[in-house]
């Protein structure tokens, strides 16, 4: 059965994220496929999230920005995934500012460091407080890393810490019992 967009858990609303590469946003007919897709699948595009990673140079920056926008315009959520990883150079940070960016996503090999070697996990939160946008850690795994985030306002992450991927329905089984608390 395909996914349909949603997870049976009263009282909580999960996005459906879903990794892309700026590779494909270089194809003209990415948002008329993802147009179709949703519709197939009744997807509510509030509710997509789009991981883009960073480690693959987006080179013709004004065509992504304008597909971007468009996803945007749909209601898609857009992520900025592997922050830090890839090719944010000054200028490409710059030019971060106008694109439609929802989250940006700090690479697990920044929060593997955590508590003890924090400057990088710092650089990319302050990064993401002057831009506006919230910030998510990739890759928590121990108490240790999630206080030292909480205390340093990150306040979204995910992890083993939280969770291993599960298959859908032990998922509901396993967090049914959080909506109820």
Do not use: C
Not at 99 to 126: C, N, Q, T, Y
């Amino acid at each position: 059965m395909p996914y349909s967009g949603r997870v049976a858990i009263p009282g909580i609303t999960l996005p459906l994220a879903v990794n892309i590469s700026p590779i494909q946003l270089q194809h003209k007919d990415f948002v008329p496929q993802l147009k179709r897709l949703l519709d197939e699948h009744q997807i509510d595009p509030h509710k997509l999230l789009l991981e883009i990673t960073e480690t693959v140079r987006i080179h013709d920056l004004d065509g992504a920005l304008e597909l971007l926008r468009e996803l945007h315009d749909l209601g898609v959520s857009i992520a900025l995934d592997d922050f830090g990883m890839g090719y944010a150079s000054l200028n490409y940070l710059n030019r971060l500012k106008s694109l439609p960016i929802d989250l940006i996503k700090i690479d697990k090999s920044f929060i593997d460091g955590l508590p003890e070697d924090d400057a990088m996990v710092r650089i990319v939160s302050s990064i993401s407080e002057v831009l506006h946008l919230p910030v998510m850690a990739e890759g928590v795994e121990t108490t240790a890393q999630r206080d030292w985030l909480l205390q340093h306002g990150i306040r979204t992450g995910q992890g083993f810490l939280f969770a291993k991927p599960l298959p859908r329905k032990e998922f509901e089984a396993q967090f049914a019992s959080v909506a109820k608390a």
